[in-house]
T-cell receptor, first 115, second 111 residues
Framework: DAGVTQSPTHLIKTRGQQVTLRCSPI?????VSWYQQVLGQGPQFIFQ???????GRGNFPDRFSARQFPNYSSELNVNALLLGDSALYLC??????????????FGPGTRLTVT | DQQVKQNSPSLSVQEGRISILNCDYT??????FLWYKKYPAEGPTFLIS?????DKNEDGRFTVFLNKSAKHLSLHIVPSQPGDSAVYFC??????????FGAGTRLTVKP
């Protein structure tokens, strides 16, 4: 079975540009979450979507937005890129059963470099 | 606010011995705790989890212990193997909402 896939794997952008990252969850998973991981730190929560609705948002500026499509795939958009947005962006999917196990399965990430 | 903390950035153990990785949290609303392992150039891989209604969960060589009164959990790996060398992240969530991660501990298992 295919795991979580993300595209592109690497991306180089300049300050002020906009970027769109894509994620396809594991088949049957209805929840997708996005994380930002900078070097030396753990993943920082950005968004969670479940059944195409935003269910959680981390402490990130409004330049960050996301959406989930009917097939449960998701996009993360970042506008007006800053140097500090350079990071590994991870997507994770889960079944998200209320009160049940909440293991998230991560994709390999998209490495974004802002110059 | 760092609600999940892993205070040891690195740990080195000999093959065959026990590895103990520690994690502390501050939010008493967390009700589910997980450990992830991460190799370079890969996303984190789920390892083991524990619900707040339990104090121990075991899966092969891996055991997670939860001490709710101390807001502390630990991962024990016995026996440690060189292939266990990776960065280990502790994570916590409440009501199946956003998951908070620690900064990670780099485990090195020496042959």
């Amino acid at each position: 079975d295919a795991g979580v896939t993300q595209s592109p794997t690497h991306l180089i952008k300049t300050r002020g540009q906009q970027v769109t990252l894509r994620c396809s969850p594991i088949s049957g998973h209805k929840s997708v979450s996005w994380y930002q991981q900078v070097l030396g730190q753990g993943p920082q929560f950005i968004f969670q979507y479940y059944e195409k609705e935003e269910r959680g948002r981390g402490n990130f500026p409004d330049r960050f937005s996301a959406r989930q499509f009917p097939n449960y795939s998701s996009e993360l958009n970042v506008n007006a890129l800053l140097l500090g947005d350079s990071a590994l962006y991870l997507c994770a999917s889960s079944l998200r059963l209320a009160g049940g196990p909440y293991e998230q399965y991560f994709g390999p990430g998209t490495r974004l470099t802002v110059t | 606010d760092q609600q999940v903390k892993q205070n040891s950035p690195s740990l080195s153990v000999q093959e065959g011995r026990i590895s103990i990785l520690n994690c502390d949290y501050t939010n008493s609303m967390f009700d589910y705790f997980l450990w992830y392992k991460k190799y370079p150039a890969e996303g984190p891989t789920f390892l083991i989890s524990i619900s707040s209604i339990k104090d121990k969960n075991e899966d092969g060589r891996f055991t997670v212990f939860l001490n709710k009164s101390a807001k502390h959990l630990s991962l024990h790996i016995v026996p440690s193997q060189p292939g266990d060398s990776a960065v280990y992240f502790c994570a916590a969530s409440s009501n199946n909402n956003d998951m908070r991660f620690g900064a990670g501990t780099r485990l090195t298992v020496k042959p």
